[in-house]
Protein backbone atom coordinates (compact mmCIF):
# COMPACT_ATOMS: atom_id res chain seq x y z
CA UNK A 1 0.00 0.00 0.00
CA UNK A 2 1.80 3.19 -0.94
CA UNK A 3 0.04 5.66 1.45
CA UNK A 4 -0.06 4.15 5.20
CA UNK A 5 -2.42 5.78 7.76
CA UNK A 6 -0.53 8.41 9.65
CA UNK A 7 -1.56 8.46 12.78
CA UNK A 8 -0.75 11.34 15.58
CA UNK A 9 -1.29 11.28 18.96
CA UNK A 10 -1.91 15.43 19.96
CA UNK A 11 -1.48 14.26 23.94
CA UNK A 12 1.41 13.22 24.93
CA UNK A 13 1.87 11.24 28.26
CA UNK A 14 5.22 12.71 29.15
CA UNK A 15 6.90 15.27 27.54
CA UNK A 16 9.88 13.26 27.20
CA UNK A 17 8.16 10.36 25.83
CA UNK A 18 8.36 9.89 21.94
CA UNK A 19 5.35 10.53 19.70
CA UNK A 20 4.83 6.86 19.13
CA UNK A 21 2.12 7.07 16.19
CA UNK A 22 4.37 9.40 14.62
CA UNK A 23 7.50 7.45 14.83
CA UNK A 24 5.31 4.13 13.16
CA UNK A 25 4.88 6.78 10.48
CA UNK A 26 8.11 7.88 10.02
CA UNK A 27 9.47 3.89 9.40
CA UNK A 28 6.68 3.69 7.26
CA UNK A 29 7.95 6.93 5.25
CA UNK A 30 11.44 5.72 5.54
CA UNK A 31 10.52 2.63 3.92
CA UNK A 32 8.12 4.08 1.15
CA UNK A 33 10.56 6.36 -0.03
CA UNK A 34 13.55 4.56 0.15
CA UNK A 35 11.83 1.80 -2.35
CA UNK A 36 10.84 4.37 -4.69
CA UNK A 37 14.44 5.52 -4.84
CA UNK A 38 15.59 1.88 -5.95
CA UNK A 39 12.95 1.75 -8.50
CA UNK A 40 13.53 5.08 -9.54
CA UNK A 41 17.74 4.04 -10.08
CA UNK A 42 16.33 0.20 -11.78
CA UNK A 43 14.50 2.84 -14.04
CA UNK A 44 17.97 4.92 -14.73
CA UNK A 45 20.18 2.12 -14.89
CA UNK A 46 17.42 0.41 -17.61
CA UNK A 47 17.25 3.69 -19.83
CA UNK A 48 21.32 3.72 -19.85
CA UNK A 49 21.85 0.41 -21.16
CA UNK A 50 19.38 1.16 -24.13
CA UNK A 51 21.41 3.97 -25.05
CA UNK A 52 22.80 3.43 -28.40
CA UNK A 53 26.50 3.81 -30.33
CA UNK A 54 27.16 7.61 -30.61
CA UNK A 55 26.72 8.98 -33.98
CA UNK A 56 25.98 11.33 -36.66
CA UNK A 57 21.94 11.80 -37.61
CA UNK A 58 18.84 9.87 -35.93
CA UNK A 59 19.63 11.44 -32.31
CA UNK A 60 16.34 12.14 -31.38
CA UNK A 61 15.40 9.16 -29.68
CA UNK A 62 18.47 9.41 -27.80
CA UNK A 63 17.62 13.00 -26.84
CA UNK A 64 14.31 11.22 -25.31
CA UNK A 65 16.59 9.20 -23.12
CA UNK A 66 18.45 11.94 -22.18
CA UNK A 67 15.28 13.70 -20.84
CA UNK A 68 14.01 11.23 -19.28
CA UNK A 69 16.60 10.08 -17.55
CA UNK A 70 17.20 13.96 -16.42
CA UNK A 71 14.05 13.92 -15.05
CA UNK A 72 14.41 10.61 -13.18
CA UNK A 73 17.70 12.09 -11.50
CA UNK A 74 16.21 15.15 -10.67
CA UNK A 75 13.09 13.17 -9.26
CA UNK A 76 15.74 10.95 -7.37
CA UNK A 77 17.49 14.14 -5.87
CA UNK A 78 14.39 15.37 -4.33
CA UNK A 79 13.30 12.56 -3.04
CA UNK A 80 16.33 11.63 -1.32
CA UNK A 81 15.99 15.43 0.73
CA UNK A 82 12.74 14.42 1.88
CA UNK A 83 14.85 11.26 3.70
CA UNK A 84 17.39 14.11 5.27
CA UNK A 85 14.23 15.93 6.50
CA UNK A 86 13.89 13.10 9.46
CA UNK A 87 16.99 13.43 11.70
CA UNK A 88 16.08 17.09 11.54
CA UNK A 89 13.10 16.51 13.21
CA UNK A 90 14.54 14.13 15.96
CA UNK A 91 17.31 17.02 16.15
CA UNK A 92 14.94 19.68 16.75
CA UNK A 93 12.54 17.37 19.15
CA UNK A 94 15.15 16.67 21.48
CA UNK A 95 16.67 20.41 21.70
CA UNK A 96 12.60 21.58 22.38
CA UNK A 97 12.38 18.72 25.24
CA UNK A 98 15.90 19.57 26.82
CA UNK A 99 14.80 23.55 26.74
CA UNK A 100 11.51 22.08 28.60
CA UNK A 101 14.06 21.93 31.79
CA UNK A 102 12.16 19.06 33.23
CA UNK A 103 12.66 17.74 37.03
CA UNK A 104 15.98 15.55 36.77
CA UNK A 105 16.33 12.52 39.36
CA UNK A 106 20.01 11.76 40.09
CA UNK A 107 20.33 8.63 41.77
CA UNK A 108 24.01 8.03 44.42
CA UNK A 109 24.79 4.66 45.84
CA UNK A 110 27.77 4.33 48.02
CA UNK A 111 28.86 0.81 49.48
CA UNK A 112 30.55 0.37 51.94
CA UNK A 113 32.81 -3.25 52.38
CA UNK A 114 34.34 -4.37 55.62
CA UNK A 115 36.03 -7.43 56.10
CA UNK A 116 37.96 -8.68 59.00
CA UNK A 117 40.26 -12.08 60.06
CA UNK A 118 40.57 -13.47 63.28
CA UNK A 119 43.36 -16.05 63.81
CA UNK A 120 44.37 -18.52 66.41
CA UNK A 121 40.86 -18.74 67.96
CA UNK A 122 39.54 -22.54 68.83
CA UNK A 123 37.67 -22.64 66.27
CA UNK A 124 40.61 -21.77 63.61
CA UNK A 125 41.12 -18.54 61.68
CA UNK A 126 37.84 -16.74 61.11
CA UNK A 127 37.33 -14.30 57.85
CA UNK A 128 34.37 -11.87 58.43
CA UNK A 129 32.89 -9.38 55.55
CA UNK A 130 30.25 -7.04 55.37
CA UNK A 131 28.86 -4.63 53.46
CA UNK A 132 26.83 -1.68 54.05
CA UNK A 133 24.99 -0.07 50.87
CA UNK A 134 22.91 3.02 51.21
CA UNK A 135 21.08 4.90 48.61
CA UNK A 136 20.20 8.40 47.71
CA UNK A 137 17.76 9.85 45.18
CA UNK A 138 18.09 13.63 44.26
CA UNK A 139 15.31 15.43 42.28
CA UNK A 140 16.30 18.76 41.00
CA UNK A 141 13.81 21.39 39.67
CA UNK A 142 13.24 24.78 38.47
CA UNK A 143 10.78 27.41 38.66
CA UNK A 144 8.75 26.69 34.83
CA UNK A 145 6.59 29.67 35.15
CA UNK A 146 4.74 30.72 32.03
CA UNK A 147 7.04 30.00 29.46
CA UNK A 148 6.87 25.92 29.94
CA UNK A 149 3.00 26.00 28.56
CA UNK A 150 4.35 27.97 25.29
CA UNK A 151 7.41 25.66 25.02
CA UNK A 152 5.10 22.65 25.54
CA UNK A 153 2.98 23.96 23.09
CA UNK A 154 6.18 24.12 21.01
CA UNK A 155 6.54 20.29 21.48
CA UNK A 156 3.54 19.42 19.92
CA UNK A 157 3.46 21.62 17.25
CA UNK A 158 7.30 20.02 16.37
CA UNK A 159 5.32 16.86 16.07
CA UNK A 160 2.21 18.13 14.21
CA UNK A 161 4.51 20.15 11.60
CA UNK A 162 6.20 16.92 10.43
CA UNK A 163 3.03 15.03 10.82
CA UNK A 164 2.34 17.23 7.54
CA UNK A 165 5.59 16.89 5.95
CA UNK A 166 5.43 13.34 6.14
CA UNK A 167 2.21 13.63 4.05
CA UNK A 168 3.27 16.08 1.60
CA UNK A 169 6.04 13.71 1.31
CA UNK A 170 4.11 11.03 0.22
CA UNK A 171 1.82 12.94 -1.97
CA UNK A 172 4.85 13.92 -4.08
CA UNK A 173 6.30 10.63 -3.98
CA UNK A 174 3.30 9.11 -5.30
CA UNK A 175 2.93 12.21 -7.72
CA UNK A 176 6.50 11.35 -8.75
CA UNK A 177 5.40 7.27 -9.49
CA UNK A 178 2.74 8.94 -12.19
CA UNK A 179 4.45 11.09 -13.96
CA UNK A 180 7.74 8.28 -13.94
CA UNK A 181 5.46 6.20 -15.46
CA UNK A 182 3.26 8.02 -17.91
CA UNK A 183 6.99 9.22 -19.47
CA UNK A 184 7.92 6.12 -19.77
CA UNK A 185 4.67 4.48 -21.25
CA UNK A 186 4.09 7.68 -24.48
CA UNK A 187 7.69 7.18 -24.82
CA UNK A 188 8.23 3.49 -24.55
CA UNK A 189 9.79 2.96 -28.17
CA UNK A 190 11.99 5.44 -28.41
CA UNK A 191 13.50 4.51 -25.16
CA UNK A 192 14.34 0.66 -26.10
CA UNK A 193 14.67 1.32 -29.82
CA UNK A 194 16.00 5.33 -29.77
CA UNK A 195 17.17 4.87 -33.57
CA UNK A 196 14.18 2.75 -34.40
CA UNK A 197 13.84 -0.77 -35.09
CA UNK A 198 17.03 -0.89 -37.87
CA UNK A 199 19.10 0.94 -35.77
CA UNK A 200 18.39 0.71 -32.03
CA UNK A 201 19.41 -1.36 -29.20
CA UNK A 202 19.00 -5.27 -28.55
CA UNK A 203 17.96 -5.12 -25.27
CA UNK A 204 14.61 -5.72 -24.50
CA UNK A 205 12.45 -4.85 -21.64
CA UNK A 206 13.11 -6.16 -18.32
Not at 140 to 147: E, F, H, L, V
Request: hydrophobic share 30%; with cysteine.
Amino acid sequence: MLFPTLKLCFLIPSPRAANKSLNEGILSYNDLISECIDNILTLERFISLHVPQMEDGNNFGVTVQLTISKFLDETRENLCKQLEKVPSYYCNRAEAVEKLDLPKSTILETKTVTNSQTTGSKDGDENKSSETSVKEEKISSSDKGANFDHRRQHLLSLDVQFYRTLRCGLIDCYDSYLTILDNIEKNKEKLLEPKGHNGGSNLGMY
